[in-house]
Nanobody, 124 residues
Framework: QVQLVESGGGLVQAGGSLRLSCAASGRTFSRYAMGWFRQVPGKEREFVAVIGVNGAFRYYGDSVKGRFTISRDNAKNTVYLQMNSLKPEDTAVYYC?????????????????WGQGTQVTVSS
């Protein structure tokens, strides 16, 4: 079992930055590809970014490409999401997730573990 706990959300003005962290329990963190998703009320959960087990592979959703950066520190069992040039449309609850299989990285149902989410609000 892996438990994921997100932190770092908050309120920021448009154009600002935030860094989200996701701390994982357990000794198998390095076996999981780690992803970030986000969700606003009434909409489906949206893929944001994913990073492979050793950090070499990274893939981003079109809406965040060039502004967000995903990274991980396997020694600390932590994955990060650096968010720059934030826009009001980035406002959402951000979720950390982990998966073992090599199935599509952008599909929520392919992920095995989820955190409880952290709210990010970007004011205009």
């Amino acid at each position: 079992q892996v438990q994921l706990v997100e932190s770092g959300g908050g309120l920021v003005q448009a154009g600002g930055s935030l860094r989200l962290s996701c701390a994982a329990s357990g000794r198998t963190f390095s076996r999981y590809a780690m992803g970030w998703f986000r969700q606003v009320p009434g909409k489906e959960r949206e893929f944001v970014a994913v990073i492979g087990v050793n950090g070499a592979f990274r893939y981003y959703g079109d809406s965040v490409k060039g502004r967000f950066t995903i990274s991980r520190d396997n020694a600390k069992n932590t994955v990060y999401l650096q968010m720059n040039s934030l826009k009001p449309e980035d406002t959402a609850v951000y979720y950390c997730s982990g998966k073992v299989s090599s199935t599509s990285y952008t599909v929520t149902s392919n992920y095995d573990y989820w955190g409880q989410g952290t709210q990010v609000t970007v004011s205009s």
